[in-house]
C-alpha cells in the first residue's frame, strides 16, 4: 500500500534560518506528491504540489523536487519566519485517489 | 480552489448523544471525503462520499458509527454517533480539485466528548 514517512519534529529555528523537512514515500504507480500546511488553530492548505518526477513545486517561498530515484519530496525554506510556525503535512494520491499523509512535523520559528 | 465551510467549528458534548457536521462547498464536486485527526495526530480518512451512491468506508470505519449523507453536489454532512471520549478529534471535510486529485479541505470541526 502506499505510505509517506516524514521527518520527525517538533523543529525549532530562529528567524531567518534555513529549513528542510524530509519526506519519503512508498507508493504503486506514478504518485502526485504533495504538501499541506495547518496554521495554529485552522484547517489544513495545499502549499505545493508536484506530479511527476523531477518537478518542483513552489509557493511562499518553500520548494520541494518530486524525486523518484530516491523516493523523495523533501521540503525547504531559505529565511523562516515567525508567521511559518505551523505543522506540516507530506501527502502523496495515487490510482486509488486517497491521500495518504505523513505525520507531520511541527515547526516553530522564534523571532 | 473550492471555498468549504463547516458547522458547527466546534461542540462539547456528552458520551452516548450524537452529532451532525455539515460541510458546504460553493461549487458542484463529485468527490468529498471525511477526515478525522486525532489529537496531535496526522489525517486518517474515514469515508468517501459520491453523490447519488453509498460511502465507501474505510478500514475500522462503520456505518452505523458515523453514517455519511450526499444529498447533492454542494453538501454533505457526517454523524458521529453514540460518542465516547475516544471520539474527540478534529473532523474535517475535504473536495478533491485540480488537475493533479489534490483535495482542499474545510477548517475542521473541533469535538469534545465528556
Known amino acids: 500500500g502506499n505510505s509517506v514517512t516524514q521527518m520527525e519534529g517538533p523543529v525549532t529555528l530562529s528567524e531567518e534560518a534555513f529549513l528542510t523537512i524530509n519526506c519519503t514515500y512508498t507508493?504503486?504507480?506514478?504518485?502526485?506528491l504533495f504538501w499541506y500546511v495547518q496554521y495554529p488553530g485552522e484547517g489544513l492548505q495545499l502549499l505545493l504540489k508536484a506530479t511527476k518526477a523531477d518537478d518542483k513545486g513552489s509557493n511562499k517561498g518553500f520548494e520541494a523536487t518530486y524525486r523518484k530515484e530516491t523516493t523523495s519530496f523533501h521540503l525547504e525554506k531559505g529565511s523562516v519566519q515567525v508567521s511559518d510556525s505551523a505543522v506540516y503535512f507530506c501527502a502523496l494520491i495515487s490510482n486509488d485517489y486517497k491521500l495518504s499523509f505523513g505525520a507531520g512535523t511541527t515547526v516553530t520559528v522564534r523571532a | 480552489s473550492a471555498v468549504i465551510s463547516q458547522k458547527p467549528s466546534r461542540d462539547i458534548c456528552q458520551r452516548g448523544t450524537s452529532l451532525t457536521i455539515q460541510c458546504q462547498v460553493d461549487?458542484?464536486?463529485?468527490?468529498m471525503f471525511w477526515y478525522r485527526q486525532q489529537p496531535g495526530q496526522s489525517l486518517t480518512l474515514i469515508a468517501t462520499?459520491?453523490?447519488?451512491?453509498?460511502?465507501?468506508?474505510e478500514s475500522g470505519f462503520v456505518i452505523d458509527k458515523f453514517p455519511i449523507s450526499r444529498p447533492n453536489l454542494t453538501f454533505s454532512t457526517l454523524t458521529v454517533s453514540n460518542m465516547s471520549p475516544e471520539d474527540s478529534s478534529i473532523y474535517l471535510c475535504?473536495?478533491?480539485?485540480?488537475?493533479?486529485?489534490?483535495?482542499?479541505f474545510g477548517p475542521g470541526t473541533r469535538l469534545t466528548v465528556t
Open positions: 462520499a459520491n453523490q447519488g451512491s453509498e460511502a465507501t468506508y
Open positions: 461549487s458542484q464536486v463529485t468527490m
Open positions: 475535504s473536495v478533491e480539485g485540480g488537475d493533479s486529485y489534490e483535495q482542499y
Open positions: 507508493a504503486t504507480g506514478y504518485p502526485s
